[in-house]
């Protein structure tokens, strides 16, 4: 079955950086469109970026597209969210996610799930 986990989350203070991954297994990764989205509790998920299956159109919400990169390894099976002058609002849990159909910002397009990875920006 399809298989979505992602590492790399931590705690970092404002300004620092970290790298985020999500390995899929169980599916033909190379075919499937990716996104991130994150996550504060009680509040809705927030689409973070998405990339398409070749890895060469890639969309950001508007208030990490300067901070952070989306990018794939289809070698690999993986996909990296490499985040860069982090804030204290970029804390929340941070999960990827896969579609077969094209380049979504909606959750509900997403059918494929990873379990999250928690990352915390100090002031």
């Known amino acids: 079955q399809v298989l979505l986990v992602e590492s790399g989350g931590g705690s970092v203070q404002t300004g620092g950086s970290l790298r985020l991954s999500c390995a899929g297994t169980g599916f033909i990764f190379r075919f499937y469109y990716m996104a991130w989205f994150r996550q504060v509790p009680g509040k809705e998920r927030e689409w973070v970026g998405s990339?398409?299956?070749?890895?060469?159109?890639?969309f950001y919400t508007e208030n990490v597209k300067d901070r952070f990169t989306i990018s794939r390894d289809n070698e690999k099976s993986t996909l990296y969210l490499q985040m860069s002058s982090l804030k204290p609002e970029d804390t929340a849990m941070y999960y990827c996610?896969?579609?077969?159909?094209?380049?979504?910002?909606?959750?509900?397009?997403?059918?494929?799930w990873g379990q999250g990875t928690r990352v915390t920006v100090s002031s």
């Open positions: 990339i398409n299956h070749r890895g060469n159109e890639i």
């Open positions: 996610a896969a579609n077969s159909d094209g380049l979504y910002a909606d959750s509900r397009r997403f059918p494929y």
